[in-house]
């Protein structure tokens, strides 16, 4: 595991699946991801406040974890692609809970679906 914080190993599976798709930008990235492959540029849009960095820092953590894909285009300018691996599109189930957990729980006043699908 590639997001591990430290050297101890994790004390329950909770902990371990946290460990790997922890970190504020990581579920924004997959969530956005479920839907279709998107370029760098795209990602951070959708992700926010996000800077340049730290997106790329956590997509390499996720790639490392065998959660996505990153395309690279020999092309100039460059291109980059990511998309789900299988072991990515295993989560679809549980961001999509975390979805709707976050409209019913996480919000002071209900969000409109239509709303909602940008977030």
Known sequence: MASHFDD???????????????????????????????????????????????????LRELEADGLIHREVYAQVPPKVEYSLTEKGESLRPILLALKEWGLEHAFPEPIKSDESESA
Not at 10 to 18: F, I, K, M, N, Y
Not at 35 to 53: C, I, K
């Open 8 to 58: 101890r190993p994790p004390g329950c599976p909770v902990e371990a699946s946290l460990n790997i798709i922890g970190g504020k930008w990581k579920g924004i990235a997959l969530y956005h991801l479920l839907d279709r492959t998107m370029r760098f540029n795209e990602l951070m849009r959708s992700a926010g406040t996000v800077t340049q960095r730290m997106l790329t820092k956590q």
